[in-house]
């Protein structure tokens, strides 16, 4: 069993920067594909971003790329978000991920799940 603890999250105003942790506990995520998924209130859940196990590959939503940035400390067993440029369509709970799949994206079988960590955008 993998337990994931999402944290970070918080208020900033649009154009800030926060950097959200996962950090995994139980087993090492060494040969996980992490993600981070969001949901803000009212919509369905949102792939955000993925990184291979190694780190040598990453994927992101459109309505992210070249503002979020995925890494990963393997042997922090820690994964990171880190949030440029913010904008208030970016509130939302984020949470992190983890899948054996070597596919990156949102239509993976993903494990285990973190609990989330809030993210509000103020304009």
């Known amino acids: 069993q993998v337990q994931l603890v999402g944290s970070g999250g918080g208020l900033v105003q649009a154009g800030g920067s926060l950097r959200l942790s996962c950090a995994a506990s139980?087993?090492?995520?060494?040969?996980?594909?992490m993600a981070w998924f969001r949901q803000a209130p009212g919509k369905e859940r949102e792939f955000v971003a993925a990184?291979?196990?190694?780190?040598?590959?990453?994927n992101y939503a459109d309505s992210v790329k070249g503002r979020f940035t995925i890494s990963r400390d393997n042997a922090k067993n820690t994964v990171y978000l880190q949030m440029n440029s913010l904008k208030p369509d970016d509130t939302a709970n984020y949470y992190c991920?983890?899948?054996?799949?070597?596919?990156?994206?949102?239509?993976?079988?993903?494990?285990?799940w973190g609990q989330g960590t809030q993210v509000t955008v103020s304009s």
């Open positions: 139980g087993r090492t995520i060494e040969k996980y594909a």
């Open positions: 991920a983890a899948s054996p799949s070597p596919i990156l994206g949102p239509f993976v079988d993903y494990h285990y």
């Open positions: 990184i291979t196990w190694s780190g040598d590959r990453t």
